[in-house]
């Protein structure tokens, strides 16, 4: 197990929120980034997990460019980034089209996932 980052970097306009951040973390664990507010974590973070475009630089695992789905990586975000105007079933399937995941695969993939879960 491998997952390297190799000099990220993500600027809007004339800042620059991530800086060339790069590490390795060759055994499985638990990590966490740490720095103060506006150090640029959970930027670094999205990036990482594919949400986020990087402007610079690479995001391996086990050799090969990440790929959140076939790689067993969980994120638990401080802030959960739910609407309490829409339902839950209504913001799973924005999350899907985001993703360009089409309706009818999100709604059997909630489906599974509920029933997995137990969450039905």
């Known amino acids: 197990m491998a997952l390297i980052v190799d000099g990220l970097v ?8 991530v800086d060339h951040l790069g590490f390795a973390m060759e055994k499985p664990g638990v990590y ?19 949400m986020l475009a990087s402007d610079e630089g690479k995001v391996t ?3 090969a460019p ?8 969980g994120y638990l975000a401080e ?4 609407y309490p105007k829409y339902s839950l079933l ?13 309706r009818k695969e999100a709604l059997e993939r909630i489906k599974y996932w509920a029933e997995r879960l137990e969450v039905t």
């Open 61 to 63: 695992w086990k050799g």
């Open 32 to 50: 966490a980034l740490l720095g103060t507010n506006g150090a640029g974590k959970t930027t670094s973070i999205r990036i990482i997990l594919g």
């Open 90 to 102: 209504d913001q799973l399937l924005y999350f899907a089209k985001l993703k360009k995941v089409g």
């Open 10 to 17: 993500k600027r809007y306009g004339e800042k620059t929120v």
């Open 66 to 73: 990440l790929d959140p789905v076939n790689a067993n990586i």
């Open 79 to 82: 802030e959960r980034g739910l």
